[in-house]
């Protein structure tokens, strides 16, 4: 049941997504300049035309002084401009995540069994069940839960509330979790106390919890409908937020980012500063700011010790954002609107912070892109980015309604300086734009792969839709014709299954990519929908080069994609891949019949989801809510081996501890 709280937080979420959806109305292409230029005129992607001297990277403030006058100047700058106004009427709250500090790029994956869905391999992503282990650790409702999977085991065996003992958890929303070595560490965001909380739990070799302590990070929300608002790199946590600035305030760094140890009767003036003035940085020419200024900023804390240290970085822009995490460096993507006369463009720029703990670099640029998976830093030593003409960002629901025209943009990593120069016309290519609304996007192989489908709407009737193919490095671009819209782009090998719905029915469409892009098979499971939005709803397990199964969660029929806050999928539904050939293995159903009360005190409503395609030890599970599913596969269909129910009433809670 949504609380009070969570009933007036998605009415203000809207709200800020009606303002930014009025201001883009309004905007006029920042691409314009795409269309004078001919498609046979544009030649390999190069950073060429920049003769200006300039730095390999942004400057730092030398001191709090230094940065305080510039704030200073700023706020100035939009009392004389009459801004003021806009500023606090229009400016938005968003999420996101990032990453950059020494060391961090040598950090490797320990090569443990990944059961998470991610963008990048050895870059682990936020979610709701990680594995530890011979242990499941599934986070759910405000609770943490371990489930034994060693052997033949699958039996619940521990749990505790996913806060403190003296924690108020109401008006908190603990949305993920990380789990490195022993270690696990809850992310959450609370509106009572104004700031990230992060919860650390012990886990045993036996799977019992026990909670060690709460830190509290002063940020901004960091809610997106589709990106994760941390990572893990080696033993290293990774945080990106915004944190809005009011540079018209007394003590202007009295919001700076911070980070305290929660203890009951825990004061304000407890938080200790964790970014300097040195660690701020600015790009060389003037920030309009028309609708306020934001501190990106991208905390980096260390989580093989016994306590919690965090260093951050971060750089000043407008507020309107989306990050990226690479192998090698946090991207941050961020817009404003600048007037002229009676006109409005985009003015963006892109920063680039490196894992090794360099400076950051940035570069100006054109549009926004729509999330995390519109970017890929390739090996070929480019940024490739999809972007839109009127995008606002993947805060709440911002990328939900980007929209106008697309280009793609490729820059060579070494054309990032100090932020002085704009990314050239020739560095675009203009894309086909399709009809449609939510769109979805996804780098997979040599190609990258767009299009449109229903989202969190009710599913339409879809006669056809269209993916769009491009060969990101200066290849050409296919137009390939769907029976349903693209609701879900997943890798699978060098290969892809776009999955989405045609109003009824639920079709996965292979497309191989080789010389050309095509469809080599399709897949119907009718009346079904999908039962799960989020990316690491979808899991593919590769058992050879050209196979493995998939599986997805899957629901009734014509529901909207937002109900799977509130309801758990009806099943788990396993595809066999066979050289891009799906034949259907069967599906591990839930028992809503079983479900409980469990007595929710924080988290009431999914929004990362509840439901999972686990492929762990070489066994095949399903989670849905409550339960998870065993189910074996042989001559090539799935048969049930058995279930467990792990709710809270069937595990006793631990409560305590603490240090």
């Not at 060391?103 to 979610?127: F, L, R, W």
């Not at 109401?170 to 509106?191: F, K």
Request: glycine share 10%.
């Amino acid at each position: 049941m949504l609380t009070k709280a969570k009933i007036l937080e998605v009415l203000q979420a809207m709200k800020t997504l009606i303002l930014f959806a009025i201001a883009t109305l309004f905007a006029v292409s920042a691409f314009s300049a795409w269309a004078e230029v001919p498609p046979n005129a544009i030649p390999p992607v190069s950073a060429a035309g920049w003769t200006a001297p300039v730095k390999k990277n942004m400057r730092a403030f030398q001191s709090d002084q230094e940065l305080a006058a510039y704030l200073r100047l700023l706020a100035e700058r939009h009392r004389r401009e009459g801004q003021a106004s806009k500023n606090k009427e229009l400016a938005a709250p968003a999420p996101s995540d990032s990453a950059s500090v020494a060391g961090m790029a040598d950090a490797k994956s320990d090569g443990a069994e990944s059961i998470t869905n991610v963008q990048h391999a050895g870059v682990d992503e936020g979610g709701i069940v990680k594995l530890h282990g011979d242990h499941l650790v599934v986070l759910r409702r405000g609770r943490l839960f371990t489930v034994a999977i060693g052997g033949d085991a699958l039996k619940p065996i521990s749990a505790v509330d996913a806060f403190g003992p003296d924690i108020d958890p109401r008006n908190t929303w603990y949305d993920e979790m990380l789990v490195s070595a022993d270690t696990i560490a809850v992310i959450g965001y609370s509106y009572e106390r104004g700031g990230t909380e992060v919860g650390l739990f012990n886990i045993d070799d036996t799977g019992n919890l026990a909670y060690r302590s709460t830190y509290h990070l002063r940020s901004n929300d960091y809610y997106s409908s589709r990106n994760y608002a941390s990572r893990l790199i080696g033993n290293k946590l990774i945080f990106y937020s915004p944190l809005y600035l009011n540079n018209y305030a007394e003590n202007l760094f009295e919001n700076f980012p911070a980070v305290r140890k929660w203890h009951k009767g825990a004061k304000p003036d407890e938080f200790q500063r964790i970014v300097s003035a040195t660690h701020v940085y600015r790009p060389e020419r003037n920030l309009e700011l028309n609708y306020g200024t934001a501190l990106h900023t991208v905390t980096v804390c260390d989580l093989s010790g016994g306590d919690f240290k965090c260093e951050a970085t971060g750089v000043l822009g407008p507020p309107g954002r989306v990050f990226y995490v690479s192998p090698a460096a946090v991207y941050v993507w961020v817009n404003d609107w600048v007037y002229r006369g009676n006109q409005t463009r985009t003015q963006s720029m892109v920063y680039r912070m490196p894992l090794d703990g360099s400076s950051p670099s940035a570069l100006g640029v054109a549009g926004a892109p729509i999330d995390q998976f519109s970017f890929l830093e390739s090996e070929d030593g480019n940024l490739n980015v999809l972007v839109r003409a009127d995008s606002v960002g993947d805060g709440m629901w911002g990328a939900e309604i980007a929209a106008g025209d697309v280009a793609l943009m490729r820059v060579s990593l070494s054309s990032f300086s100090d932020g002085s120069q704009d990314v050239s016309v020739y560095n675009y290519r203009k894309l086909p734009k399709p009809s449609g609304y939510t769109f979805q996007n996804r780098f997979v192989g040599d190609y990258l792969l767009y299009g449109t489908g229903t989202g969190w709407g009710y599913p339409k009737q879809t006669g056809r839709s269209h993916l769009i193919a491009v060969r990101w490095a200066g290849g050409e671009v296919n137009q390939i014709l769907l029976p349903h819209g693209v609701d879900r782009i997943e890798q699978l090998g060098n290969d892809a299954v776009v999955i989405g719905t045609d109003g009824t029915n639920l079709q996965f469409s292979a497309v191989r990519l080789g010389e050309w892009p095509e469809v080599a098979d399709r897949y119907t499971r009718k009346g079904a929908s999908q039962g799960e939005l989020r990316s690491q709803g979808f899991f593919y397990k590769a058992d050879g080069p050209d196979s493995g199964t998939l599986g997805l969660p899957i629901s009734t029929p014509a529901r909207p994609g937002y109900q799977h806050l509130f309801d758990s999928s009806s099943a788990i539904l396993f595809l066999r891949n066979d050289s891009l050939h799906f034949e259907e293995v069967g599906e591990l159903a839930a028992r809503s019949d079983k479900a409980v009360d469990d007595a929710c005190r924080a988290s009431c409503v999914d929004w990362y989801g509840n439901s999972r395609p686990l492929f762990v030890h070489g066994r095949v599970l399903a989670l849905m809510g409550y339960e998870i599913v065993e189910g074996t596969i042989g001559q090539g269909r799935m048969r049930e081996v058995r279930r467990v129910n792990y709710a809270p009433d069937r595990i006793q809670l631990t409560h305590g501890g603490g240090d």
